[in-house]
C-alpha cells in the first residue's frame, strides 16, 4: 500500500468528527409573569400543596433554598417526522429460474404493519423558588418517544402557565398548607 494513502486516511476521518450533526437553537427567555413579588402568606408550603393539586409530583424540596422540584408524566402523540407517511408506488425485481435471469418493474402500492411509532411521553418539570422578596418560576418540557429517545425539549417559562401556577397557589387557603 502506499504510504501517502495512509497519510490520507487521518484527514478524512477527522472530517467526519469536525462537523456538528445539530446546530444550537437559542432558547427563549422565562416570561416575566414568572417572577412577582412574594406576597403575605406565600411559603414553600403553599408552592407544594398548589404544584400536588396540578398533578405535579413533588421530587425535592429544599427550605433552606426556599426550592421545590417537581415534575409530572403524560401519555401523548408525537407526529414522527423522521418516517416518511406516503406509500410507495412501484419497484424493480432481479429474479430467475433454471438457469435463466430476468428483471422487470413492479408497480403496486405497499402497506405496512409495526408498533405503533406515534405514542410519546411528556415530562414537564417545574422548579418553584421562594425568596425572601420575589417567587421564581422555571418550566422545561421533554418529551421522548416510544422508544425512550429524547425528540424534543425546551424551555416552556410562558406566561400563560406562570399565570395559573401563580393563581393556584393564592388560591391555596392557609388550613390547607402543611405544616
Known amino acids: 500500500m502506499r504510504a501517502w494513502l495512509l497519510l490520507l486516511l487521518p484527514v478524512v476521518l477527522a472530517g467526519c468528527q469536525v462537523t456538528p450533526t445539530t446546530l444550537p437553537v437559542a432558547e427563549t427567555a422565562p416570561a416575566a409573569e414568572c417572577r412577582w413579588p412574594v406576597r403575605p402568606g406565600d411559603s414553600l408550603a403553599r408552592a407544594v400543596t398548589a404544584l400536588e393539586a396540578e398533578g405535579f409530583l413533588v421530587r425535592h424540596t429544599d427550605s433552606t433554598l426556599g426550592l421545590v422540584s417537581a415534575e409530572r408524566a403524560r401519555r401523548t402523540r408525537y407526529p414522527d417526522r423522521d418516517l416518511e407517511r406516503l406509500p410507495r408506488f412501484g419497484g424493480f425485481m432481479l429474479g430467475g429460474s433454471g438457469g435463466h435471469v430476468a428483471s422487470g ?3 403496486g402500492i405497499g402497506v405496512g404493519f409495526g408498533p405503533v411509532t406515534e405514542e410519546a411521553t411528556r415530562i414537564e418539570r417545574v422548579s418553584v423558588v421562594v425568596g425572601e422578596q420575589q417567587l421564581q418560576v422555571s418550566r422545561d418540557i421533554r418529551l421522548f418517544d416510544w422508544r425512550g429517545e ?3 425539549s425546551r424551555s416552556a417559562s410562558d406566561a400563560a402557565f406562570c399565570r395559573e401556577l401563580r ?4 388560591d391555596v387557603s392557609v388550613r390547607e398548607t402543611p405544616r
Not at 393563581?167 to 393564592?170: G, L, Q, T, V
Open 167 to 170: 393563581d393556584a397557589i393564592e
Open 150 to 152: 429524547l425528540r424534543e
Open 105 to 107: 418493474v413492479m408497480l
